[in-house]
């Protein structure tokens, strides 16, 4: 479990990064912060390693402060995905998986036989090993970008817009592959995302930030929709003219539902599961 | 071209002389201009004087130079270290500026992964961005080599013996084919120790683009 408590974080002459955030993020779940860019979302990621220091304010995990612990150490203890990947170019596949690990002094060796396994467990070819990172398509660096996440096998994993720079097959393909890898591995994930559609995919809990981290609505993808708590909310996760918007139309066969451009999207059935 | 084959026992022989004086200016060049380089990539404050200062160095004549270094170090006017510290202070002041901009054209996104996964500071540099500023920094050396080579000819001004010394004595003695002897045989060092240094860079680093357009990552973004 990671706790923030009142946690602010303030740039030389700006505006709050981060205003009095608080948070509970519960373990072996996936937790999504979606928001526009500038809501803070990445800066309250990169607190939890300790990339960023709060200027105000505590973060826990699993009840022990983060600063009680060595940041060099503690990032080693995290998993971290990025956008585009950010592999080390210099590095084969292998050892860019085999970072950590190798970084905490386990024998290259094994470090590798570890990795090998790695690239089955994110759907790699074993015969991308020996490849560097430029050699990779977008989707396939990716992949490696989360097996590098895995390799000290954390218990948290933070994921700052893994599947932003791929385009949308790729991407649709990946997000499978996290639920999948979720539902098998049980991290407790951080996830960050400007796209509502990937945070409702992928969240157990997904909390809607506003500027300065404000949170807008935290709650399952449900409880969001089913209540949108304020007209900002309503508006970015589009309930009332976007895809979202679905009203009722009576065809010969039955009721169907339109989306607000008049496309039909689903047919109604009596029962809900 | 009689002249050549008489004299090749000589023109080997300051060949290999030139190559010495030039090669230790080179290494001592690089060796220096990595911290200073370093220092004007990581400090805001003092990348301009540092850059600055390089470059007016290299401004310098080398006559000027071989002139004020003995005073100032206390060295003989007439020595080979004159020669080798003159050309060191040109070699760094090429390299700098290489070195700087080398650190500096590093993807941010790498550096920050490199936090991210726990490096600390030290290793990162050695393992990640020293290897990642490689092939810019060897830019600057192959420009630093060929520079060297060609320069440490005045050399001869001072009285060290290299290739330098084909031109004084083919002016003096009018003997066009010991000039251009001199000038061949400069450049084919100056073009064999270039290729030495690709080479070197290729086997190095293995992962580098051979040609310095990289990817940007929309192009790879759309060719996953």
Redesign the interface.
């Known amino acids: 479990m990671i706790e923030f408590e009142s946690v602010t974080k303030r740039y030389a002459n700006g505006p709050d990064a981060v205003h009095d955030f608080s948070l509970t993020i519960p373990a072996r779940k996936t937790t999504v912060l979606v928001g526009s860019s500038g809501s803070g979302k990445t800066t309250l990621l990169r607190m939890i390693?300790r990339?960023v220091e709060p200027t105000s304010g505590v973060i826990t995990i699993d009840g022990e402060d983060v600063r009680d612990k060595e940041a060099?150490?503690?990032?080693?203890s995290i998993g971290?995905v990025?956008?585009?990947a950010?592999?080390?170019?210099?590095?084969r596949v292998i050892d860019n998986i085999a970072?950590?690990p190798v970084?905490n002094g386990v024998p290259r060796k094994q470090a590798r036989e570890a990795a090998i396994a790695l690239l089955d467990v994110v759907g790699l070819d074993r015969t991308l090993a020996q490849r560097?990172p430029?050699q990779l398509?977008?989707?396939?660096?990716?992949r490696v970008g989360v097996a590098?996440g895995l390799a000290a096998d954390p218990n948290i994993l933070l994921m700052d817009e893994p599947f932003g720079?791929?385009?949308p097959i790729?991407r649709a393909e990946l997000q499978r592959e996290i639920l999948r890898l979720q539902r098998d591995l049980e991290k407790t994930i951080v996830f960050v995302t400007h796209d509502i559609d990937e945070a409702f995919l992928l969240g157990d809990q997904v909390v809607i930030l506003e500027t300065g981290a404000r949170i807008a609505q935290v709650g399952s993808p449900s409880q969001i929709m089913d209540n949108p708590a304020n007209e900002f909310v309503a508006s970015f996760i589009g309930a009332n003219n976007g895809k979202r918007a679905l009203s009722t139309k009576a065809t010969e066969s039955g009721t169907v539902l339109v989306d607000a451009q008049g496309r039909t999207q689903g047919r109604l059935v009596e029962e809900g599961p | 071209m009689t002249w050549v084959s008489n004299n090749l026992d000589l023109i080997v022989s300051l060949t290999v002389a030139h190559l010495r004086q030039s090669a230790l200016p080179i290494i001592l060049g690089l060796l220096l201009a990595l911290p200073l380089g370093w220092l004007a990539f990581r400090f805001r404050r003092a990348r301009g004087p540092i850059l600055v200062s390089s470059g007016l160095l290299y401004t310098v004549p080398s006559l000027a130079l071989f002139a004020i270094l003995p005073p100032l170090l206390g060295i003989s006017f007439l020595s080979i270290a004159n020669l080798i510290i003159a050309l060191t202070i040109y070699a760094v002041a090429i390299m700098v500026r290489s070195v700087a901009d080398a650190l500096g054209s590093i993807?941010p996104?790498?550096r920050?992964?490199?936090?991210?996964?726990?490096?600390?500071p030290w290793?990162s540099f050695w393992s990640?961005e020293l290897?990642?500023a490689?092939p810019v920094i060897l830019a600057g050396l192959r420009v630093a080599a060929v520079s060297t080579i060609s320069l440490a000819t005045v050399g001869v001004l001072i009285g060290a013996e290299n290739l330098g010394y084909l031109f004084t004595n083919g002016l003096q003695r009018r003997i066009v084919p010991e000039v251009l002897a001199g000038v061949v045989a400069v450049m084919v060092i100056a073009l064999v120790i270039d290729l030495v240094l690709v080479i070197a860079g290729r086997m190095l680093?293995?992962?580098?683009?051979r040609r310095p357009d990289r990817?940007s990552?929309a192009e790879?973004?759309?060719?996953?």
Do not use: C, E, F
């Open positions: 390693n990339m060099v150490k503690l990032r080693r971290y990025m956008q585009s950010g592999l080390i170019p210099h590095h970072t950590v970084l560097y430029s398509s977008g989707g396939q660096q990716q590098r720079a791929v385009d790729v | 993807d996104d790498v920050s992964a490199a936090v991210a996964m726990g490096y600390r290793r990640v290897p990642l490689g680093m293995p992962w580098a683009p990817k990552k790879r973004a759309m060719a996953s």
